[in-house]
């Protein structure tokens, strides 16, 4: 199971041209730490770790508004 969650990450970061890193919670253990409840969940941390921006959308342009001015 996990090789096909594995791989369906990767055939997505692949289809959608994304070079970030995407994480694959198959615990939930990031999942609850973070407080996340919906897919996708983009969560971007400055160099400290610290949340600077939160995005709950799979929608390319929402993803760009937020990251605007980082």
Do not use: C, W
């Not at 959608?16 to 969560?43: C, H, M, Q, W």
């Amino acid at each position: 199971m996990l090789n096909r969650l594995l791989r369906a990450n990767l055939e997505y970061r692949t289809k959608y041209k994304i070079g970030i890193p995407l994480t694959l919670d198959a615990s939930g253990t990031l999942f609850r730490e973070f407080g996340v409840s919906n897919t996708p969940t983009i969560i971007v941390a400055d160099a400290h770790g610290s949340i600077v921006r939160r995005v709950e959308s799979g929608d390319a342009g929402t993803l760009r508004q937020a990251l605007r001015g980082l």
